[in-house]
């Protein structure tokens, strides 16, 4: 604290990622980074960005980065003008808080859920409300229709629980509440749900936030986008130009575009994902942990008879870190990024070695 210090500053509540330790040796479970390194396509791409002198770098990049939105719109079948991109989805994301939900009415998200949105609404000033998971942790689409609001967002997969939400609860939500944004967070589809992108041709409502960070293994690079209706990409333009003309640089341009044009390599990195993670689930499964049936690159699992702070710690002191959030509900769930084969079997021996 300062004086310096502006009142919105002083009343920030910043958000905590994942550490990221310097120790050698450690099996790192705890941010959910892909195992796997990217398609070898993304070194070719940055290093021929680069070329002998990296003389290209004395230039900005192209602040609209439209050979990147074209790739996307490839792939999704979109175009151009219904793709934004940004650093990393968590900028994208900033900027759709700022730009389609600071309204009147509160904006509507889970009680558990990912933990930066509360954030982003102490930064812009947006108000909100939380709407409880059920019981099983799932989102129930009716608890979010007849109640006014100044939109809606989640991630499908949710996150920390890995649960997945069927497309016809979306279409639902979005149905119910035409006049608020429906921001659907896909950090995790790629892992076994089915992406809203089509239901953004249906609806003029509907944004879907994807990133590079988890299914392409990109998560040094710093890249997500948003795909919706032009008009809510324009609103997301608008902010961007006026916060910050180049936020991808011209290595990370060239880099998604190769990751996002190597198809084969993304699907089997993700077929490997979850077969670990199916392992995974029953292993732990074995051990007396009850495992919420994930569709992301994560599990989310409880002990009956271990506290999970404890269990996290004891996993640390054999190198192995997780996530452990101290939050209402989930304090006795851990939270384990699918590793590659090795990692996990190494995690689940220290826990066969843990519980006795
Ligand atoms: C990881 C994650 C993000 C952020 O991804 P970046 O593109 O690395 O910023 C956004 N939303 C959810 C739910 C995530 O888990």
């Known amino acids: 604290m300062s004086r310096f210090w502006s009142q919105v500053v002083r009343d920030l509540t910043p958000y905590v990622p994942g550490e990221q330790p310097k120790i050698a040796n450690l099996i790192k479970l705890n941010t959910n ?10 070194l070719a791409a940055i290093q021929a960005e680069l070329g002998d002198d990296a003389a290209r770098l004395r230039l900005y990049p192209d602040p609209n980065a439209d050979l990147l939105k074209q790739a996307v719109a490839r792939r999704h079948g979109a175009t151009p003008d219904q793709v934004f991109v940004g650093n990393g989805s968590d900028e994208v994301l900033a900027h759709v808080f700022q730009a389609l939900l600071k309204h009147d009415a509160p904006i509507l998200f889970p009680d558990i859920t990912y933990s930066f949105y509360p954030v982003y609404c102490g930064l812009y000033g947006v108000d909100y409300a939380t709407v409880p998971l059920a019981d099983d942790f799932t989102i129930n689409p009716a608890d979010y229709t007849g109640r006014a609001n100044g939109g809606i967002i989640f991630p499908n997969p949710n996150a920390p629980t890995g649960r997945v939400l069927a497309l016809d609860a979306i279409a639902d939500i979005a149905r119910a509440n035409p006049d608020s944004v429906v921001v659907v967070d896909e950090a995790y589809i790629d892992f076994g749900g089915t992406t809203a992108i089509p239901l953004t041709r249906r609806f003029d409502n509907v944004l879907v936030i994807h990133t590079l960070s988890k299914s392409r293994s990109l998560a040094g690079l710093r890249v997500g986008y948003a795909i919706g209706h032009p008009d809510l990409i324009e609103a997301l333009e608008r902010v961007k130009n006026s916060f910050n003309s180049y936020p991808l640089d011209r290595l990370a341009i060239a880099g998604a575009v190769a990751a996002i044009e ?19 689930t029953t292993d732990l499964s074995k051990l007396g942990f009850d495992v919420l049936p994930s569709a992301a690159n994560f599990i989310f699992a409880r002990h009956a008879q271990h506290d999970a702070a404890e269990l996290a710690k004891a996993l640390r002191d054999r190198s192995i870190i997780v996530r452990h959030f101290k939050l209402p509900r989930i304090d006795q769930f851990l939270r384990i990024t699918v590793g590659t084969d090795d990692e996990c079997r190494a995690l689940a021996e220290a826990l066969r070695q843990i519980l006795g």
Request: net charge negative; with cysteine.
């Open 33 to 42: 980074e892909n195992p796997y390194p990217p398609s070898p396509r993304v």
């Open 262 to 280: 190597d198809d084969a390599w993304f699907a089997d990195c993700c077929r490997k994902v979850i077969a670990t993670r199916d392992t995974l």
